[in-house]
């Protein structure tokens, strides 16, 4: 066996690059994988990357699981309304009620539009079940604020359903965003809004368009 001036095994150029893996514009590329790690004080360590390349890592606490709730989706029920303040109170298993605005309600596609002089309580009634985000964590003895425009975000892009959002990151070139904006038209599902990030800088169409369906199967 060959090896190099510290007794290890010395590889040729090929089996190197082998080894090496992909990469793209001087980044490391290849599957992606899902890492998770539970330490001995209960945090949840979850690392993603895609071949040699940390894409994200996220730290999860027992604690976060009522403190730190932002993005989360749930089915909440109405607990009251109140008109004067244009809210009602949504209870989505906290220990405060989370708060819903008139300005973060979202029409039901198979009920139609809401009107826009509308009031909350012509919408939502105590005890009505509804579908809602979390744009805000609880803070002190404020509960949670919610809308009801959920949107699911992806590697690539956001999908926003049952939107006619559009929209590409201000962060990319105007020749990157014209490439991305030919993209989008051919893969933006018909009923549902996407937003392209910024972390889909010189990716191809086929990554697109499967972070795209990977999302509406959620």
């Known amino acids: 066996m060959l090896t190099d001036d510290d007794g290890g095994p010395k590889l040729d150029a090929k089996a190197l690059k082998k080894r090496q893996g992909k990469s793209r514009n001087g980044r490391a590329v290849g599957r992606y994988q899902m890492n998770v790690h539970v330490d001995s004080a209960g945090h949840t360590h979850i690392a993603v990357l895609e071949g040699r390349s940390l894409l994200e890592h996220y730290v999860s606490r027992p604690s976060d699981d009522v403190s730190q709730i932002h993005g989360n989706i749930y089915l909440g029920r109405v607990e009251n309304v109140l008109p004067g303040m244009?809210?009602?109170?949504?209870?989505?298993?906290?220990?405060?009620?989370?708060?819903?605005?008139?300005?973060?309600?979202q029409s039901d596609p198979s009920q139609g539009e809401i009107p826009a002089d509308a009031r909350i309580e012509d919408v939502l009634k105590p005890k009505q079940l509804i579908v809602?985000?979390?744009?805000?964590?609880?803070?002190?003895?404020k509960g949670a604020r919610l809308t009801q425009e959920v949107s699911l975000p992806g590697r690539f892009v956001v999908l926003v359903p049952n939107s006619k959002t559009y929209g590409i990151s201000k962060r990319l070139s105007d020749q990157e965003r014209k490439r991305l904006r030919s993209i989008l038209d051919?893969?933006?599902?018909?009923q549902h809004g996407v937003i392209v990030r910024t972390a889909a800088e010189n990716v191809t169409a086929e990554e697109i368009e499967r972070d795209v369906a990977r999302l509406l199967k959620q």
């Open 132 to 141: 809602c985000q979390v744009t805000k964590n609880p803070i002190g003895h």
């Open 186 to 190: 051919r893969v933006k599902p018909e």
């Open 86 to 105: 244009e809210a009602a109170f949504i209870d989505i298993a906290t220990p405060k009620n989370a708060v819903l605005y008139r300005g973060d309600l």
